[in-house]
């Protein structure tokens, strides 16, 4: 299902749900005061960030489906469906931020559909605890996470870019903005010409919107210029602009198809993000290259930056995160626990 056909999960007209607060002059109220018109539903709809919106599409499939199956109303759905939705979930063995995520595209449904009464989710928030714990003891995964790429892995892979090719230059300005930007792939796909500017410390780069930027008030980040021929922001930025100005693209999307005759097409999109990121770590042979994708430009961004001592509060506004984000602390605790370590001076 596309983006645009996302919508939200109550038909354009209803009768109030038993979970709905009764409103100031409810006998007065007709059908028509509790009916979102399908522009309106569109608007709405289009105010869930793009990926947000595909996640709890598939998921609220999923749940909506299982109801019927099992006989159980998906909407208003009660404390007891979703327990037992979660149960289910950890019976087939899924990864638990997946279950996570159901249990938060449910409560999100509910509250786009009006329903202020939504499923309490102790108790399906207590099975997932059980669950974790009991995969923890069974010695199963926890939460995989992207490896951060270093200065040095970044190196790598930009040496294993073509640079005499247009895609091999794109693919260098993909990498260092990842990691200078601490761009999510949304933020660098969505990208113009225009959104870049060189100024005489470095690059200037509008990120129009982003996850945390909710009212899309846009923000200016400084990106200073680099200190290696190979990952210079500038360099690599003019390097592609020049390969755009002689195909004729001298506006639009920065970052662009190529195909296999080395014709430049139209945007990018954010799957293939991954795909070139993860394959030039393969080639670049870094460390658990299969694991890393497009997010370990983004988490080594932070990383790199916290262990030459920039502070969390600067790290956290220069990629976007809010300022008390339990990600960019997670980063931080993966310096630390090397950096400050109790036994780095022991003499083992």
């Given amino acids: 299902m596309g983006d645009g056909e996302w919508m939200l999960p109550a038909a354009a007209t209803r009768e109030r749900g038993p979970g709905d607060a009764l409103p100031e002059n409810a006998d007065a109220h007709t059908a028509a005061d509790y009916t979102l018109s399908p522009r309106t539903q569109a608007l709405i709809a289009d105010g869930v960030p793009a990926n947000t919106r595909r996640a709890y599409t598939r998921q609220w499939a999923a749940f909506t ?10 909407l208003p759905a009660t404390a007891h469906t979703l327990a037992e939705y979660a149960s289910g979930l950890c019976a087939a063995d899924q990864a638990p931020a997946s279950i996570e995520q159901a249990i938060a595209a449910v409560r999100t449904m509910h509250r786009l559909a009006g329903h202020t009464g939504q499923p309490a989710t102790e108790s399906a928030r207590l099975a997932l605890r059980a669950y974790k714990r009991r995969r923890a003891e069974a010695g199963g995964r926890g939460q995989r996470e992207a490896p951060p790429i270093t200065i040095d892995a970044l190196r790598a892979m930009v040496s294993a870019c073509n640079l005499g090719t247009p895609a091999g230059r794109r693919d260098r300005l993909l990498l260092v903005l990842g990691l200078a930007l601490m761009g999510r792939r949304s933020e660098l796909v969505a990208l113009t010409r225009e959104d870049v500017r060189e100024v005489a410390d470095g690059l200037e780069v509008t990120i129009r919107t982003s996850k945390t930027d909710k009212d899309s008030a846009g923000e200016t980040i400084a990106i200073p210029r680099g200190t290696h021929p190979l990952t210079d922001p500038v360099a690599a ?31 990018l999109g954010a799957d293939a993000v991954n795909v070139i990121v993860r394959a030039l770590a393969v080639r670049a042979g870094v460390p658990s290259a299969e694991n890393v994708t497009a997010h370990s430009l983004r988490a080594g961004g932070a990383t790199v930056a916290y262990a030459a001592g920039v502070p969390v509060a600067v790290i956290a506004k220069h ?10 602390l997670r980063y931080i605790r993966a310096v630390d626990r090397w950096r400050d370590n109790a036994m780095r001076n022991v003499g083992l």
């Fill in 319 to 328: 990629g976007r995160w809010a300022p008390a984000s339990p990600v960019v």
């Fill in 237 to 267: 930025w003019r390097d592609w602009l020049q390969v755009l100005d002689q195909a004729g693209h001298t506006s639009g999307r920065l970052l662009r198809r190529i195909d296999r005759h080395g014709t430049i097409g139209p945007s």
């Fill in 65 to 74: 489906a299982w109801c019927a199956r099992n006989g159980r109303i998906a």
